[in-house]
């Protein structure tokens, strides 16, 4: 990713491990990526429920310690990057809360596009909000009187969002999951070998807690877990799909399966049709790593130009090792970033990222492998520009601030000062994933935004969003 974003969140859930707890730390642990702000897990025995929220990464928050006072045979996690609500402990997930029908925690990844309208209507009918994340709305929801318990409540909630939303959700009885009716966001249920229902953002949080992936959970399902084992209900059908196209770009790990392919996979099919679409006379591929290595293999296997690992990573820098303040961002880039200058100098390089947001990274990159002696450089980006800001969880800059926005490729080429710029066009990447196309949301680069939001939601007016 040539400049930082946010990513949504990841969320876990198990029902049915007396390691409960310690089993959510794993697969937190392993769904790091999609968020570092903050990180949480709630744990309950069917009777007492335990809460451990706290700042940063989930090995800094959810210590030894912590992890001892857990107990239970069913617990969720999340982790998470803020896109509505500030960044501060009172915005951590998962949120819980002891209302009149018991107690209940709920794990959000995604954005509600009805929120503001949600909570002004909550709002005047009394109710006090403790955070400014949408996710608190949906607990919220849950609470009106007229419903007889958690579960009717949490359908009644369902009914009433829209956007894009994974949900787990833990009661005394149970463990539950539920997915928006477009399916934004991955979402899938595992089991292990002793049969423990496992839920989880992605595979890969699966794999590490030796659980097998079952499958996805529907867009428009609820799935509950209790004593008596799985049960499904599909609260909303919905026949138009969707997906986040830019998980398989950039978000979910390479060895996570989502919207059912693996990540890899499809990321190496991005870089063959951008091999096919910007072919180069050159030396070596390079990726940016990690999010560009897969695309670069791709490229440089359809291109039959040799693969070399001109970059090296720093993986010791977390996202928010320096805040990125401008004046500090070349600084950030060198701390994360290291070149082999005896790989570089004199070669004619093709350097394959994944995406490109404001640039000013990707710029600074182009100097440095000019200083290591790269004789040409060229830069091969494995998606279409972005144009539009994200309405459904990924906190892109502002529409002004994205550097594709009223540019054409030759002014964003000499602004980088690279030797050619070749970006994976819309209908290409399309055509390299295993769904079709109408499956898939793209209005990050189209502009077309399949579920409407609030006209006077400040956040998405500010994003530049129509």
């Known amino acids: 990713m040539s400049d930082e974003l946010k990513d949504k969140c990841g969320v876990f859930g198990i029902f049915g491990d007396e390691k409960a707890a310690y089993k959510t730390y794993l697969g937190l642990y392993a769904l790091q990526h999609r968020g570092e702000e903050s990180s949480g897990i709630v744990a309950c025995d069917g009777k007492d429920m335990i809460i451990h929220r706290g700042m940063g990464q989930v090995q800094d928050v959810i210590t030894p310690d912590v992890l001892a006072r857990f107990k239970g045979h069913m617990a969720i996690g999340h982790v998470r990057y803020s896109t509505t609500g500030s960044s501060s402990l009172k915005n951590a997930q998962p949120i819980h809360v002891d209302y009149s029908k018991g107690q209940v925690a709920v794990a959000h990844n995604g954005n509600i596009t009805n929120a503001e309208i949600l909570r002004s209507r909550l709002e005047a009918y009394g109710a006090i909000f403790q955070t400014t994340t949408d996710s608190e709305i949906i607990i919220h929801l849950m609470a009106k009187p007229s419903l007889k318990n958690s579960e009717e409540g949490i359908l009644y909630a369902l009914s009433m969002l829209e956007g894009a939303f994974s949900l787990t959700f833990i009661t005394p009885e149970y463990v539950a999951a539920a997915r928006d009716p477009h399916g934004f966001r991955p979402l899938w249920i595992g089991q292990t070998a002793a049969g423990a229902y496992v839920f989880a953002s992605e595979t890969c949080a699966l794999d590490l807690v030796d659980a097998k992936p079952v499958r996805e959970v529907e867009p428009g399902e609820l799935v509950i877990v ?28 390479p060895d996570s399966m989502i919207f059912g392919e693996v990540v890899h996979e499809a990321r190496k099919r991005f870089g063959r049709q951008l091999a096919r679409e910007f072919p180069v006379d050159a030396d070596m591929v390079i990726p940016v790593p990690d999010s560009g290595n897969s695309a670069a293999i791709g490229y440089s296997q359809e291109s039959g130009i040799p693969f070399e690992m001109g970059i090296i990573r720093n993986h010791y820098v977390g996202r928010t090792f320096i805040q990125p303040q401008q004046g500090e961002r070349d600084f950030k880039v060198k701390i994360k970033f290291n070149l082999l200058k005896g790989v570089l100098a004199g070669k004619r390089v093709v350097v394959v990222d994944d995406s490109i947001v404001r640039g000013t990274t990707s710029k600074l990159r182009i100097k440095t492998l000019r200083e290591a002696g790269a004789k040409e450089v060229h830069l091969r980006i494995s998606c279409p520009p972005h144009l539009h800001p994200c309405a459904y969880g990924i906190d892109f800059p502002t529409k002004g601030e994205l550097i594709a926005n009223g540019k054409t490729m030759e002014d964003i080429r000499k602004y980088m000062n690279c030797d050619s710029l070749g970006y994976l066009s819309l209908e290409g990447m399309l055509a390299s994933v295993s769904l079709p196309k109408e499956n898939y949301c793209t209005a990050c680069w189209t502009g077309k935004y399949p579920v409407p939001f609030d006209k006077p939601n400040k956040y998405f007016a500010e994003k530049g969003c129509p």
């Open 226 to 253: 209790d004593k008596n084992g799985l049960r499904s209900t599909i609260y909303k059908k919905q026949e138009k799909r969707a997906h986040c196209i830019f998980e398989h770009v950039y978000f979910a790990r």
